[in-house]
């Protein structure tokens, strides 16, 4: 706290005429804010665990439902009355002063992956009110509402945030979480799942959607920049892999004459790295799932069925790498004497950031001292979904050593002050725009 102190002390807030602060030397209380997320932390925490030890609050636990109790209260600090909608999220409404304007809706979620860190989705939520707060302590009153919203169960696939869209299926009602269905979870946090389209927004109902994260990689935190501007997020091809090749006895069968089908997805696999590798720019591709068969010792694997992903903002990029690794792939099956279907299985498009959004977040970042750098995001967001409301934005902060999704997550107090800033003085700026 000492650090955070001594910087809060060096902020100055000059006043305008009115008495209040100027809008551009308008800050957070960084004391404040990093007081919640170590309070929040304490819901999901490890028994006998501190703040390092991580936390599991997975949507619809007792630790979530804790947790949302206390960010309701939080909200209410900050002059809000938090509202639940149909699919569980959490929404705070300050009002505008002009009423015919739409909102500028910003935020994150504040579930968790089991045994995570403390920043993923927490560091935007809690930003987001303490936003609201530092508005409502300095009197400022925007030109738009505001929106505070915390989305439910991000972390099993944006839920909260879909169900914004309309795009919450039958399906996903029967999905488990701690314990309980997806519908059963909503009843328990003051949802409706009976009454899902009540929580639908229409397209262009929305000014501006706008989320603090952190980076959850490594590449601002090597190069040592305090902001990223996100591009976007990343276009994603998953596809399934056969290969059939024949299961015999791995000690009477001739190496001439085996068709492995292990061998082969080992060829396949290998392909992957090297396509993705050998062309410039940030694509990634992925092999993480393999099941072998019959996976015994003494036996010629005869069945291997393994995933492929590709990420990458440019579709046509991952069209190319599709085309590609069709192209080995069948070079592979007549090398290894087996047959290879490669099938798509699903296809997420890029939600690339609003240009006039990037250039206020850096032009924000840049009035506060801040170097920035542009990238795009390769893991999923509440923002991939609410861009199909309105224009959508993301600010980063660094990642220690790119660790996520893990009790050693971490981003240094300074850089959650940092990225609170940006928010709300990018916020400021959309309002006046």
């Known amino acids: 706290m000492t650090g955070l102190a ?125 936003v609201m707060h530092t508005l409502q302590d300095a ?35 029967d999905r488990m979480f701690a314990g309980v269905s997806m519908r059963d979870g909503l009843r328990r946090i003051g949802g409706d799942p009976d009454h899902l389209e009540g929580a639908r927004r229409p397209p262009g109902s929305v000014q501006a959607y706008l989320e603090l994260h952190i980076e959850q990689g490594g590449v ?52 992957v790295q090297e396509l993705v590798t050998s062309m410039p720019g940030r694509q990634v591709g992925t092999v993480g799932q393999l099941v072998v068969s019959p996976n015994a010792p003494n036996v010629v694997p005869g069945l291997v069925r393994h995933s492929i992903e590709f990420r990458d903002l440019s579709e046509d990029t991952l069209a190319h790498l599709g085309a590609a690794i069709r192209e080995r792939a069948a070079q592979v099956a007549r090398d290894t004497h087996t047959e290879i279907t490669i099938r798509p299985t699903e296809h997420l498009p890029p939600a690339l950031a609003s240009p006039v959004i990037q250039r206020q977040i850096e032009a924000s970042a840049g009035a506060l001292g801040f170097k920035t750098m542009h990238l795009p995001s390769g893991a999923g967001h509440d923002a991939q979904i609410m861009a199909r409301l309105a224009p959508m934005g993301m600010i980063f902060v660094p990642s220690v050593a790119g660790v996520s999704h893990s009790p050693h997550e971490l981003t240094r107090w300074p850089d959650c002050a940092n990225g609170a800033n940006v928010l709300l003085q990018t916020i400021l700026r959309i309002d006046r725009s």
């Open 6 to 130: 001594a910087l809060a002390a060096c902020i100055a807030t000059p006043s305008t005429s009115s008495g209040k602060p100027a809008l551009e030397s308008l800050r957070i209380d960084a004391a404040r804010l990093q007081r919640s997320l170590e309070e929040l932390s304490v819901f999901g925490r490890p028994s006998g665990g501190t703040f390092a030890d991580g936390v599991s609050r997975i949507a619809y636990s007792d630790a979530d439902v804790a947790g949302r109790r206390y960010v309701m209260d939080l909200m209410r600090a900050a002059g809000l009355e938090p509202s639940i909608d149909a699919a569980g999220n959490l929404h705070g409404l300050r009002k505008g002063r002009d009423p015919s304007l739409k909102p500028i809706v910003f935020g994150s979620h504040i579930d968790s992956v089991p045994d995570g860190g403390n920043f993923d989705g927490d560091l935007g939520s809690l930003a987001a009110i303490e």
């Open 139 to 173: 009197g400022i009153r925007t030109r738009h509402p505001l929106e505070v919203s915390i989305w439910s169960n991000e972390e099993g696939g944006t839920l909260g945030s879909r169900g914004q869209i309309g795009t919450v299926e039958a399906a996903d009602l």
């Open 220 to 271: 601002l935190d090597k190069a040592g920049i305090p902001i990223g501007v996100v591009e976007g997020l990343v276009s994603i091809d998953e596809y399934e892999v056969e290969i059939r090749g024949f299961a015999n006895h791995a000690g009477t069968t001739p190496m001439p004459e085996r068709r492995n089908a292990l061998l082969a997805a080992a060829k396949l696999i290998e392909a």
